[in-house]
């Protein structure tokens, strides 16, 4: 089995920064894309960002310029750098990854979700 540990939410005030990590553990699994998703309270699902193994990015239109990914293979770990934080960022963001596991195919999985507050 592989599990995705989030850490690093928490209450920041509006331009302020926070980071997310999200380690990947197990054994016998391989990983090609990471990244991170998030839901706002009455809001659907909604991607905010994916990571390849070979550092390509791609981000949400809301996002951009502002939350930077970036990836630790030999981790299996993915950060998210969020800068100039806006109340609208407000969200349980839930990291995702796409994993390849010995003898068992590939298949998503996600982790437990971290809440994000901004708010002065």
């Known amino acids: 089995q592989v599990q995705l540990v989030e850490s690093g939410g928490g209450l920041v005030q509006p331009g302020g920064s926070l980071r997310l990590s999200c380690a990947a553990s197990g054994s016998g699994f391989s990983i090609s894309v990471m990244g991170w998703y998030r839901q706002a309270p009455g809001k659907q699902r909604e991607l905010v960002t994916l990571?390849?193994?070979?550092?390509?990015?791609n981000y949400a239109d809301s996002v951009k310029g502002r939350f930077t990914a970036s990836r630790d293979n030999a981790k299996n770990t993915v950060y998210l750098q969020m800068n100039s934080l806006k109340p609208e960022d407000t969200a349980v963001y839930s990291c995702y990854a796409y994993v390849a596991r010995l003898g068992f195919g590939s298949d998503d999985y996600w982790g437990q979700g971290t809440q994000v507050t901004v708010s002065s």
């Open positions: 990571i390849t193994s070979g550092g390509r990015t």
